[in-house]
């Protein structure tokens, strides 16, 4: 079974830096988009950042010039670097990974999200 392992998120002031990082693990061909997406209370989810296989990066307008999306492709491991942190960062925030999953098969999957909160 395939599963996405979110990690680093918590309680930060304003200004402060976090560092999220989301593990595949399990019965994978290959890895090809990585990225985040974030749902603040009362918002719609939003697109946060993501990367491709070869390492070209796409950004929210919300996000860019603060925060750094990269990846690991031998360890299966997609990261963001958040710096800069304002309080509407503040959001359950959710990796997401298309897998190839079989000879002809490419899946959608996602983590089970991470709390990031911003105060003061």
């Known amino acids: 079974q395939v599963q996405l392992v979110e990690s680093g998120g918590g309680l930060v002031q304003t200004g402060g830096s976090l560092r999220l990082s989301c593990a595949a693990s399990?019965?994978?061909?290959?890895?090809?988009?990585m990225g985040w997406y974030r749902q603040a209370p009362g918002k719609q989810r939003e697109l946060v950042a993501t990367?491709?296989?070869?390492?070209?990066?796409n950004y929210g307008d919300s996000v860019k010039g603060r925060f750094t999306i990269s990846r690991d492709n031998a360890k299966n491991t997609v990261y963001l670097q958040m710096n800069s942190l304002k309080g509407e960062d503040t959001a359950v925030y959710y990796c997401?990974?298309?897998?190839?999953?079989?000879?002809?098969?490419?899946?959608?999957?996602w983590g089970q999200g991470t709390q990031v909160t911003v105060s003061s």
């Open positions: 399990g019965r994978m061909f290959g890895i090809n988009d």
């Open positions: 990367i491709t296989s070869g390492g070209r990066t």
């Open positions: 997401f990974a298309n897998l190839w999953v079989g000879v002809t098969t490419r899946n959608d999957y």
